[in-house]
């Protein structure tokens, strides 16, 4: 299982930004998918998840308010829309995929069995 994260870049205090996630895996839809971040220094953090069906979806508490996740299982794409970025949002942003579990996303990294390799979005003030 392959994911393809994009989107991130270098924006200002207050824009927003969409990530997104391509996963190489015809049964996409057999997959809770979840978003994480990690600044230097820091420790991944889990920021959203939606379930297999995208009925269900969960939040961290550090953008809770400020981002949205949704899917897509017939373009097995996963995304992340982030609203009013500021300079504490800058990290690197992961996208993964959980096998086990069905309809409540886990905030656990090592529930996820598959990542992508990152997208940086800097936010400068």
């Known amino acids: 299982v392959q994911l393809q994260a994009s989107g991130g870049g270098v924006v200002q205090a207050g824009d927003s930004l969409r990530l997104s996630c391509v996963v190489s895996e015809r049964t996409f839809g057999s997959y809770v998918m979840g978003w994480f971040r990690q600044a230097p220094g820091k420790e991944r953090e889990f920021v959203a998840g939606?379930?297999?069906?995208?009925?269900?979806?969960r939040y961290g508490d550090s953008m809770k308010g400020r981002v949205t996740i949704s899917r897509d299982n017939t373009k097995n794409t996963v995304s992340l829309q982030m609203n009013s970025l500021n300079s504490d949002d800058t990290a690197v942003y992961y996208c993964a995929a959980d096998p086990r579990h069905i309809v409540v996303a886990t905030t656990t990294p090592s529930d996820y069995d598959f990542w992508g390799q990152g997208t940086q979005v800097t936010v400068s003030s």
């Open positions: 939606i379930s297999r069906a995208g009925r269900s979806t």
